[in-house]
């Protein structure tokens, strides 16, 4: 299984970035799938997360109504697209897969994960 992430980049506070997460050697449409962030010196966090089907959406309070996740299950794909970008957005952020029906916001509970893509929002 692989997860290869991408889109991230410098952008100043209050732009947008739309993160990509593209999937192989998996059935891509029976795993939930996830984005997480790890900022220096912080534990990895949730952010957002989709069900199989796309239609149940689920994120973190302190991106609602500035990120929004989606999929493409015929191209295995998951995206990210972040809007109002804060400096405290700022961080290496990671897609994760997991054989479940339901988002989980705890990483161990993902099966895979991609190598990160770092997003940095200059103030």
């Known amino acids: 299984v692989q997860l290869q992430a991408s889109g991230g980049g410098l952008v100043q506070s209050g732009g947008s970035l739309a993160l990509s997460c593209a999937a192989s050697g998996l059935t891509f449409s029976r795993y939930v799938m996830a984005w997480f962030r790890q900022a220096p010196g912080k534990e990895r966090e949730f952010v957002a997360g989709?069900?199989?089907?796309?239609?149940?959406?689920y994120y973190a309070d302190s991106v609602k109504g500035r990120f929004t996740i989606s999929r493409d299950n015929a191209k295995n794909t998951v995206a990210l697209q972040m809007n109002s970008l804060k400096p405290e957005d700022t961080a290496l952020y990671y897609c994760a897969s997991r054989k479940q029906v339901v988002v989980a916001t705890t990483p161990t509970l993902y099966d895979y994960w991609g190598q990160g893509t770092l997003v940095t929002v200059s103030s």
């Open positions: 989709i069900s199989w089907t796309g239609g149940g959406t």
